[in-house]
């Protein structure tokens, strides 16, 4: 049975971090592209980071660039979001997921996990 679960959601101050994790079972993560999108009330689901399948290159949307960090460990199957210098505008339902397109695109995504509510707010 193909599944991802997310940990590590939360509520933050503005400034603060959260790393966000993603476990993979039934499949290897490694074969796939990999990506960690949100969802803002009102908003259509964006990409916020994404390893290409092909080459290993890393995605960030502008607005995360230096603040956000992907990364995976194969030997666990597992993946991470790690948020640092948040503000409230990051505030979302972030999901990771699993595709075979190199790209950041949700609808190109094939797997997908819950989906952690993360909350930037004094």
């Known amino acids: 049975q193909v599944q991802l679960v997310e940990s590590g959601g939360g509520l933050v101050q503005p400034g603060g971090s959260l790393r966000l994790s993603c476990a993979a079972s039934?499949?290897?993560?490694?074969?796939?592209?990999i990506g960690w999108f949100r969802q803002a009330p009102g908003k259509e689901r964006e990409g916020v980071s994404c390893?290409?399948?092909?080459?290993?290159?890393?995605y960030y949307r502008d607005s995360v660039k230096g603040r956000f960090a992907i990364s995976r460990d194969n030997a666990k199957n597992t993946m991470y979001l790690q948020m640092n210098s948040l503000k409230p505008e990051d505030t979302a339902v972030y999901y990771c997921?699993?595709?075979?397109?190199?790209?950041?695109?949700?609808?190109?995504?094939?797997?997908w996990g819950q989906g952690t509510q993360v909350t930037v707010s004094s």
């Open positions: 997921a699993a595709g075979f397109h190199n790209n950041c695109i949700p609808g190109d995504y094939d797997y």
């Open positions: 039934g499949f290897t993560l490694d074969f796939y592209a």
């Open positions: 390893i290409s399948r092909s080459d290993g290159s890393r």
